[in-house]
């Protein structure tokens, strides 16, 4: 049988997609599995089934997928044959996920060619996430082989999230349930598995005696866009680092698993997740920091501030921002701080992981005109992916020692030629395949929570408040100042780096 990670068989399915004329399924779902079409994925008798409460009949339903692939496959080319091919498989049903109008439509579609695999993908608020799945149940949709997929975020906390994993447990057993976080489909981040446990060069230095710290970073150029009313309810520390910076943590953090067994590696990262060090109250206002973008300008182009987005309201403290320094209290990692950055309207969009070794016990080159910065490893997750390692060379010609930092660089673009598929892509087949070693198990979703909690009410008890900063730049000086306290710095100059 082939591993987790190769891409073995796969069964006939029926994909239902609830939210299927939303932005994330026209920009994401359909052209991930446009593409997998097209890669010769998916078998014949498959079917994408979407079911929304608009009205539209099956052919205005393929219409509008039409449109929507030749809007977001970045300028691929709409292969004729493949589109042929992809639209019979296109079938919508208007559907009301709150009420039972509806759905004997869909039941009877699913009934109609009944396929082993049946895949619910739930790309709606997470507020009907139970609600559907109950619908699923009661109107028997529900097959042997049936699994659900749940978008983040699960809830906007502990509680909410608890509610939603019981309500959706209640119908489908844990190993049905496929929570996405799209980052964990990334290159990038699967190469960080395969970096760390196939190479015998990095394990033996991956701990605290020659690691000084390590670096997060996932920064997007843009606003909120048009998601002001959503946004302002959750925030930078729910949106992003209750998943995406958590998970990135988690994957440089955890130690070996005995196997890319999906719980193996799942086990391993819980174990992460509990021994990160709360943040209380007394701790923080020297180890987080919130921020609130302002008017600016992003690549010399003017932008407006936070406040005067749409859906807004002018007296909004919703971080747009968030530094956090986290401790992971084992013994591989004792002493090493990890520095989360996160933010929106920042210079650039970059996501990359950033291992700062320690210095040399003794450096020999005095005179050598060289600053001792110490090595680091730049793992770039978005955009231009690569991994880069840095290290200290002699300039060639006579006349004197002279040193400089060259970069071991291993380009994604360059090495590994031809397209990338999208994370999407890998991840709606996993769940096809019934592979979840990508996909967040409910433990983890809780524990995530359980520090994200202490955080916010570590801000509500000290009335903590964003701090203002312009947009095109990297935060507030607060969020320098809290790096720069423990003599490090962020860096910035790695992204560009040569």
């Known amino acids: 049988m082939a591993s987790n990670f190769n891409n073995p068989h796969i069964d006939p399915f029926d994909y239902v997609v609830f939210g299927g004329t939303g932005d994330l399924a026209s920009r994401k779902l359909l052209p991930a599995l446009f593409r997998r079409d097209r890669d010769g994925q998916i078998p014949p008798p498959s079917r994408i089934i979407t079911a929304a409460r608009a009205g539209l009949s099956r052919d205005e339903y393929q219409s509008h997928v039409e449109a929507s692939l030749r809007q977001f496959l970045d300028g691929e080319d709409l292969d004729g044959q493949t589109w042929t091919r992809f639209r019979e498989r296109l079938y919508f049903v208007q559907l009301d996920a709150a009420s039972e109008a509806g759905w004997p439509d869909l039941v009877s579609l699913l009934d109609d060619s009944p396929r082993e695999v049946r895949v619910f993908y739930l790309a709606t608020a997470p507020n009907l996430f139970g609600r559907i799945a109950e619908r699923i149940k009661l109107s028997g949709a529900l097959s042997p082989e049936a699994r659900v997929v ?29 929570r996405i976080d799209h980052y964990l489909g990334k290159e990038t981040v699967q190469n960080l598995l395969v970096l760390r446990f196939a190479n015998a060069l990095f394990e033996p230095l991956w701990q605290s005696h020659t690691i ?39 994957l440089v953090a955890m130690e070996p698993p005995a196997s890319l067994d999906r719980e193996a590696v799942r086990d391993e990262k819980i174990k992460v997740l509990h021994a990160l060090a709360p943040i209380s109250a007394a701790d923080v206002a020297h180890k987080t920091v919130r921020g609130q973008y302002r008017a600016g300008a992003i690549v010399g182009s003017p932008v407006q501030g936070y406040l005067e987005e749409a859906g807004v309201p002018a007296t909004s403290r919703t971080e747009t921002l968030v530094v956090i320094k986290a401790e992971v209290r084992n013994w591989r990692w004792a002493g090493v701080p990890f520095y989360l950055r996160t933010g929106k309207r920042m210079p650039k969009k970059v996501s990359e992981i950033v291992i700062q070794f320690r210095p040399v016990p003794h450096w020999v080159f005095p005179g050598s005109g060289a600053a001792t910065t110490p090595n680091r490893l730049i793992i770039r997750v978005q955009p231009d992916e690569h991994v880069r390692l840095s290290l200290w060379m002699k300039e060639p010609g006579p006349g004197g020692l002279r040193l400089r930092s060259a970069a071991l660089n291993l380009s994604f673009a360059e090495a590994f030629k031809g397209r990338f598929p999208d994370a999407y892509e890998r ?29 916010l009410g570590a801000w509500e008890e000290t009335d903590d408040r964003p701090r203002p900063y312009t947009a095109g730049t990297w935060g507030p000086s607060a969020a320098i100042a809290l790096i720069e306290r423990d003599n490090r710095t962020w860096f910035e100059e790695t992204l560009d780096i040569a």
Request: net charge negative; with cysteine.
């Open 150 to 178: 749940l978008e983040k975020p699960i809830g906007h906390d502990l509680a909410s999230a608890r509610r939603i994993n019981d309500e959706v447990g209640q119908v489908f057993a844990e190993p049905r349930i496929f």
């Open 212 to 250: 000084d710290h390590v670096q997060i970073t996932v920064a997007e150029s843009i606003g909120i866009e048009s998601r002001g009313a959503y946004y302002d309810r959750t925030g930078a520390l729910r949106d992003m680092v209750q998943n995406h910076l958590i998970q990135l943590l988690c």
């Open 427 to 455: 991840l709606l087949m996993d769940v096809v395949r019934g592979n979840a070693t990508l996909f967040m198990r409910r433990d983890e979703v809780e524990a995530a929570w359980t520090w994200i909690d202490q955080i």
